[in-house]
């Protein structure tokens, strides 16, 4: 009798079932960037800690966001990394879960802004980054996001424009600096359209601003943090101003797709990104700021990225709801005022 048994149990061990139980497999949905790296710092690790196997879906927001609207019924992913303001969006449209926070052992180590960036319980930020001036400050001094559109500079200036990531929200805070704080970004839109045939180009992709830098093109570029180690390398003295309205930015998020089947395995790789290890090893190869507030950074690192309590303390983010209820408006007013 005692063999049978152990026979028996061998046999389930061997079974289908078992088999699909070793084979759990998570799939996510994540911006193209660094999938390389993301492999062998967080993909591999977890897929080897977890004994599942991981498939990975990348490509831009837009495409990524509709995919889960047309899977809404049957889920072909079990979490997105998006950004704060298309974690929104996906909510409002019914696409994605609360996330029961009490089941991650690293959240509480998370900068207060990245625990819940919508007030909404939907998600949690692995990611910021802060917006600023890069500048030539052998040519110029900038105190104050205003200080773009002097005549002395702003022939020497290149300006994001509306339509990608840095375009508002350099907007917004150019927008403080003329004391004009509304969410229909009008005043500094206008402000910049008065200036358009100065400005030397109103950019889409922040890759081509090194070279407009180191062949003196421009002097200055609102930029994102993620950009900044491209200036550094250049031969001419570039800074990173600190402007006395501040700093703005972004941050990306991480979500769990409403209906997913393996939503105690998201839980999982969340709490596996938000890791201490996991997200010093991130930051490290310059590859995401730091969420987490217990990671420390060698200065190399620390001084390419949006890093410290301090830091995240200080972003002046645009809120999603805003950002998402004003779009079409941006973009109304910049096509009307600044052109296409």
């Known amino acids: 009798m005692k063999k049978a048994l152990?026979?028996?149990?061998?046999?389930?061990a061997l079974s289908p079932l078992g088999a699909a139980a070793a084979e759990r497999t998570l799939t996510i949905s994540v911006y193209a960037f660094a999938q390389d790296d993301f492999k062998t710092l967080v993909y591999d690790p977890f897929e080897a800690q977890c004994g599942c196997k991981l498939v990975v879906e990348t490509g831009n927001s837009v495409e990524r966001l509709a995919k889960m609207e047309a899977n809404k019924a049957n889920p072909a992913v079990d979490l997105a990394a998006v950004?704060?303001?298309?974690?929104?969006?996906?909510?409002?449209?019914?696409l994605i879960d609360k996330i029961d926070t009490a089941k991650l052992s690293n959240f509480t180590k998370l900068y207060d802004v990245a625990k819940d960036p919508n007030g909404d319980g939907m998600s949690v930020g692995y990611t910021f980054y802060a917006t600023s001036i890069a500048y030539r400050s052998d040519k110029m001094k900038i105190e104050s996001w205003a200080d773009l559109l002097k005549p002395e500079y702003v022939g020497h200036v290149a300006f994001p424009n509306v339509t990608t990531n840095q375009g508002p929200p350099a907007l917004y805070m150019l927008g403080l600096a003329l004391d004009k704080d509304t969410p229909d970004l009008?005043?500094?839109?206008?402000?910049?359209g008065e200036k358009k045939d100065d400005v030397v180009t109103f950019y889409e992709k922040s890759s081509q601003l090194v070279q407009l830098m180191q062949q003196e093109e421009i002097w200055a570029a609102p930029i994102g943090r993620f950009s900044w180690a491209g200036f550094t390398k250049l031969d001419v003295p570039v800074a990173w101003a600190t402007p006395k309205e501040g700093q703005t930015?972004?941050?990306?998020?991480?979500?769990?797709t409403k209906g997913s089947k393996n939503q105690d395995l998201a839980m999982q790789f969340i709490d596996f990104w938000l890791s201490t290890e996991t997200q010093t090893k991130l930051a490290e190869k310059l590859i995401d700021s730091p969420a987490n507030s217990e990671v420390k950074l060698s200065e190399a690192a620390a001084n390419n990225l949006t890093y410290g309590e301090e830091t995240a303390k200080?972003?002046?983010?645009?809120?999603?709801?805003?950002?998402?209820?004003?779009?079409?408006?941006?973009?109304?007013t910049w096509n009307d005022k600044v052109g296409q």
């Open 186 to 192: 009008k005043s500094p839109i206008e402000a910049l």
């Open 83 to 94: 950004s704060m303001a298309d974690a929104l969006a996906a909510s409002r449209a019914g």
């Open 6 to 12: 152990i026979a028996s149990v061998a046999l389930v």
């Open 249 to 256: 930015g972004g941050m990306n998020v991480l979500v769990l």
């Open 314 to 332: 200080s972003l002046k983010l645009i809120p999603s709801a805003i950002a998402l209820d004003n779009r079409a408006g941006w973009l109304k």
